[in-house]
């Protein structure tokens, strides 16, 4: 008798390409608005509703409404806080780079996680570990092309901008540990 929570590598797969693929085309309608000149605190609105509507929906699916139950709020609302802040910043970075270059930029972050844990959690940092790091940072420098930064036109602000959205998500994760 097969358990309802055993893992199956195949629905594994669809929910992690199923999710990545809506996070993509969710970003990419979100640099779509970002350059039509819709004012950010309307995109943020709409957008903070429908996901808190989808979750209700969800759970009252499930019959699990009692889960959104909050405990220790003082953390929930830091963590909603930046969350918001970053929201902010991600569509601003949009506004000026490309979604790779965007990515590129973001996706050091589990590059600062892997560096930092053994500081602040007193993971084991292997040799193996450490040289990923460095191979990331420099595909990362590599994509930002940081000459073209002082060019007119330069792109410095988008890249200011998921940078510091890339430290937001990279504290969030860090936090939740």
Known sequence: MKTQNAYHPLRAFAYAVGGFSCWTVGDALNKLISLAGIPKYEVFT???LSGALVVLFVAALRRKLTRLKPHRLAPLFGFGLSGAV???VILEAFHHLSLTRFYAIIFFSPLCIAALAPLLFREPLSARKLASIA?????VLIAIDPRKLAEPGGDTLGVIAAGTSMLILTGQSLFMR
Do not use: E, H, Q, S
Request: proline share 0%.
């Open 46 to 48: 709409l957008v903070g």
């Open 86 to 88: 970053n929201f902010f």
């Open 135 to 139: 191979v990331g940072f420099l595909g």
